[in-house]
């Protein structure tokens, strides 16, 4: 049972247009979620976050949408650039359970 | 500072072997968390260390893997007696405590079980 989907194995966007990555979830009781950003052979780095009591958050390039009454999220990217192709991996997690539950994935390609 | 370490970086081992997987979280950070990444799946949380209470193994999938961390901070996962199956990328993360805390993550170790 898949509690946190991504429903797109791949995208691939030409480099200065956006960028924009999906995220479906199950668990009504999640109530933070995060997307991680991973390159090859490397862990995952923490790109942006978001509380369930905002509806958007935004970091430079990067901004994150929640729509809890859809549960479902997305990271924008603008604009993109060939060093954020990487795989993205969104996650959750909420109430007292501190355990991620991650997403599969999606590869970002940015194409120059 | 330093991020999350981990070693080795890669662990090639035979079928039946037991194997040893070290970690070194942020300095500081109370909380620390083992998960795992099989090939074309998310990472699978494991085991989750909190300060002195009691680790939550919940997320180990068989009685072949243990963890234990020492005066707090460094883990170490054993696997005994490795499996085809038990081959994937083990990643380490911690956070500065428990609860809604961002969690960092190290570079992991890439463990083949031939």
């Known amino acids: 049972d898949q509690q946190v989907k991504q429903n797109s194995p791949s995208l691939s966007v030409q480099e200065g247009r956006i960028s924009i990555l999906n995220c479906d979830y199950t668990n009504s009781m999640f109530d933070y979620f995060l997307w991680y950003k991973k390159y090859p052979a490397e862990g995952p780095t923490f790109l942006i976050s978001?509380?369930?009591?905002?509806d958007k958050n935004e970091d430079g390039r990067f901004t994150v949408f929640l729509n809890k009454s859809a549960k479902h999220l997305s990271l924008h990217i603008v604009p993109s650039q060939p060093g954020d192709s990487a795989v993205y991996f969104c996650?959750?997690?909420?109430?007292?359970?501190?355990?991620?539950?991650f997403g599969k994935g999606t590869l970002l390609t940015v194409n120059p | 500072g330093a991020g999350v370490s981990q070693s080795p970086s890669n662990k090639v081992t035979e079928k039946g072997k037991d194997v040893e997987l070290r970690c070194d979280p942020i300095s500081g950070h109370t909380a620390l968390y083992w998960y795992r990444q099989s090939l074309g799946q998310g990472l699978e949380f494991l085991i989750y260390f909190q300060g002195n209470s009691a680790p939550d193994k919940s997320g180990l999938p068989s009685d072949r893997f243990s963890a234990e961390r020492t005066g707090g901070s460094v883990s170490t996962l054993t696997i005994q007696r490795t499996q085809q199956e038990d081959s994937a990328v083990y990643l380490c993360a911690s956070s500065l405590g428990a609860g809604i805390e961002t969690q960092y993550f190290g570079p992991g170790t890439r463990l083949l079980v031939l």
């Open positions: 978001i509380s369930s009591i905002k």
């Open positions: 996650a959750a997690n909420g109430g007292s359970n501190y355990k991620l539950t």
